[in-house]
């Protein structure tokens, strides 16, 4: 064991560890991969972003069990939020708690355009103070022992009038209580294109330090981390406090092994031959058939298939077959095809 590189991560009262996290994917962080991202390295982990009003609907049906269920081994976990109306925000949030949800994180962050159409997500950065309303109630309304966390982007684009917006609204959410930020480096209209701005992020690290003197608010940073290496030298020249990884570990959640140990000071371990790939995905699938059943399981994997074969030599005739493929048998066939059972072959 290597000496750490980097302190534990807290987020008010709930200690997390090391500061390697599972971002919230839309789509794709459901219980499932969440306990795959813990197995792996994942100090903490996100549920996908809930709409307040699915919240609130979803919980009176059966199929809550699908989004809502949290098992003690799932702990610690969060639920991330997004909407416009602060009374529903402020439901919803109770609704997940009740639910076991450890923290809410509040998604002022999403750039999809039917989201921000509905002033909701990347909207909301640019009216501060219709955000720091919704964070100061959310926040009053949870009891203290729950984190409330806000999802930030850079601004709403690169004029200096959202730039200004952006500091407003920190400051705001800082007053109002809240417990820590992640901020991803790109502004709402970018989305995903371009190159996430680290330095920014070193800016918003130094300004919550500051601010009222809040060094114990923690800036976890988002954005381009797709590599061990680059996690740890962002994290060294930002001086943020944790990480949470996204798209880099859809259909590869060996990257928070190799992540883990980076932070850690320990070697690299080897990338994941075909043997391993093949029993996580087998994992991954079996516990997608338990929650869903075998149609709607079937159905769901095929994004998760896609993302794995990227890992594998054959990539494109395997990518297709996951695609195509329609029950469990397909899936067990598919996989016994290209995967072997062991490395010894």
Request: proline share 5%; charged share 25%.
């Amino acid at each position: 064991m290597g000496e750490s590189l980097f302190p534990p991560l807290k987020i008010g009262s709930l200690p997390i560890g090391v500061p390697l996290l599972q971002a919230p994917l839309s789509g794709y962080s459901d219980a499932p991969m969440r306990r795959l991202a813990r197995k792996f390295g994942a100090s903490f982990a996100l549920c996908e972003v809930f709409l307040d009003q699915f919240v609130l609907e979803v919980s009176k049906r059966a199929k809550s069990r699908f989004y809502l269920r949290v098992q003690e081994s799932d702990k610690p976990t969060g639920a991330q939020l997004m909407g416009s109306s602060s009374d529903e925000f402020v439901h919803a949030a109770q609704r997940l708690v009740e639910c076991g949800f450890e923290l809410i994180d509040l998604n002022f962050a999403c750039p999809v355009k039917k989201v921000v159409g509905k002033s909701r997500g990347g909207y909301l950065v640019s009216e501060p103070d219709r955000a720091i309303d919704i964070a100061k109630r959310v926040r009053e309304a949870l009891p203290k022992s729950i984190p409330v966390t806000v999802k930030l982007r850079k601004g709403y684009d690169d004029t200096e009038k959202s730039r200004l917006a952006f500091w407003r609204l920190l400051d705001g959410l800082i007053d109002v209580g809240v417990d820590g930020f992640a901020v991803h480096g790109r502004t709402v209209l970018q989305r995903y294109q371009g190159v996430a701005d680290w330095d920014f992020l070193r800016d918003v690290k130094e300004r919550v330090a500051v601010k009222r003197n809040s060094p114990d608010i923690p800036v976890i940073g988002c954005g381009d981390l797709f590599s061990a290496e680059t996690v740890v030298a962002r994290m060294k020249s930002s001086g943020v406090d944790g990480v949470a990884l996204a798209r880099g570990i859809i259909g590869n959640p060996w990257l928070f092994t190799q992540t883990r140990a980076a932070m850690e000071g320990r070697a690299l371990p080897s990338a994941p031959t075909l043997a391993e790939q093949k029993a996580t995905i087998t994992e991954h699938f079996r516990a997608v058939l338990d929650l869903y059943g075998e149609k709607r399981g079937s159905t769901i994997m095929r994004k998760f298939g896609v993302a794995y074969s990227k890992l594998h030599p054959d990539s494109e005739k395997l990518r297709m077959e996951f695609v195509l493929c329609k029950s469990a048998q397909g899936w067990f066939e598919i996989l016994d095809k290209y995967y072997p059972d062991s490395d010894q072959v």
